[in-house]
Nanobody, 124 residues
Framework: QVQLVESGGGLVQAGGSLRLSCAAS????????MGWFRQAPGKERRFVAS????????RYADSVKGRFTISRDNAKNMVYLQMDSLKPEDTAVYYC?????????????????WGQGTQVTVSS
């Protein structure tokens, strides 16, 4: 079992930045593909970014490419999502997720463990 806890959400003006963190416990994160997803009110949970076990491979949703950066520190059991040039449409609850089996994936149902989420609100 892996327990994931997100932090770093908040209220920010459009054009601003936030850095989300995901802390893991229970198992070492190095054995998992990690992803970030988001869910806006009344909408489905959607893929934001993923990173491979040791970090050389990344994938981003088209809507965040060039603005968001996913990273991980396996020694600290942490995953991060740096969000720059934020837009009001980025407003959502952001979730960290872990996937045991390769390959990386964008479908939420393919991830095995989830955090409780952190709210990000971008004002215009």
């Amino acid at each position: 079992q892996v327990q994931l806890v997100e932090s770093g959400g908040g209220l920010v003006q459009a054009g601003g930045s936030l850095r989300l963190s995901c802390a893991a416990s229970g198992r070492t994160l190095s054995g998992y593909i990690m992803g970030w997803f988001r869910q806006a009110p009344g909408k489905e949970r959607r893929f934001v970014a993923s990173i491979s076990r040791s970090g050389p491979n990344f994938r981003y949703a088209d809507s965040v490419k060039g603005r968001f950066t996913i990273s991980r520190d396996n020694a600290k059991n942490m995953v991060y999502l740096q969000m720059d040039s934020l837009k009001p449409e980025d407003t959502a609850v952001y979730y960290c997720a872990a996937k045991r089996v390769s390959p990386e994936a964008t479908g939420p149902v393919l991830y095995d463990y989830w955090g409780q989420g952190t709210q990000v609100t971008v004002s215009s």
